[in-house]
Structures are given as structure tokens and as C-alpha cells.
């Protein structure tokens, strides 16, 4: 059982940053690779970017490649999501989701664990 917390949304302008972090209780946070996903009201959950379980890949959503990093810190059991330049369409509810797996998975359906979501708004 893996339990997710995320924290750092928040309300931005357009053009700034925020960091999203995502904590994951267990022994096994290592073994998990880790997706964040989003949500805008009345869209369905789209996915991000997603990460290996040691880190060494990493995979994007076009719409966010340059602007958007994704890493992980094994030691710490949390995966960061570093979000730049951010746009008003990126308002969005913000999930990080762990899949039972070691490589990249941008698929909702093979993630095993979700949080709760942290909520992004952008400004224009």
C-alpha cells in the first residue's frame, strides 16, 4: 500500500513557477514509477509527465515539454513536478500517481495509487 500527499499549488501569474511535491509513505516508494496527471473542470484527467523508479526516464505531454520537469528523490520517497512559464490553461487540479512498475507509464488505467490534488491557478 502506497499512500500520496501532494502540496505546493497554489494561485500564479501567468509566467511563473511553482514546484509540486509528492510524498509517499512506504518501504517501497524506489520500486514505483510515478506519473503526475491534471484536471480542469468539465475536462477529463490528462496526463502530464511520468518518471522511472530510478529516474533515468522521463516522458511528457507535448503541451508541457520545456516548461515542465519531473524528478524524483528516492531517499525522500517524493517526486517533484517543477512547472515554468505557466499558462492560464494550465489551471488545473494536479495529481501524482505511482504505478506498480519500473518504467514510464503515461496510461491512467496502470497506475495503482493516486493523491488527492492539489490545486494550480494560473492568472492571466
Known amino acids: 500500500q502506497v499512500q500520496l500527499v501532494e502540496s505546493g499549488g497554489g494561485l500564479v501569474q501567468a509566467g511563473g513557477s511553482l514546484r509540486l511535491s509528492c510524498a509517499a509513505s512506504?518501504?517501497?516508494?524506489?520500486?514505483?514509477?510515478m506519473g503526475w496527471f491534471r484536471q480542469a473542470p468539465g475536462k477529463e484527467r490528462q496526463f502530464v509527465a511520468t518518471i522511472s523508479s530510478s529516474g533515468g526516464s522521463t516522458y511528457y505531454t507535448d503541451s508541457v515539454k520545456g516548461r515542465f520537469t519531473i524528478s524524483r528523490d528516492n531517499a525522500k520517497n517524493t517526486v517533484y513536478l517543477q512547472m515554468n512559464s505557466l499558462k492560464p490553461e494550465d489551471t488545473a487540479v494536479y495529481y501524482c500517481?505511482?504505478?506498480?512498475?519500473?518504467?514510464?507509464?503515461?496510461?491512467?488505467?496502470?497506475?495503482?495509487?493516486w493523491g488527492q490534488g492539489t490545486q494550480v491557478t494560473v492568472s492571466s
Open positions: 500517481a505511482a504505478a506498480n512498475r519500473g518504467t514510464t507509464v503515461a496510461l491512467s488505467t496502470l497506475y495503482h495509487y
Open positions: 512506504g518501504r517501497t516508494f524506489s520500486s514505483y514509477a
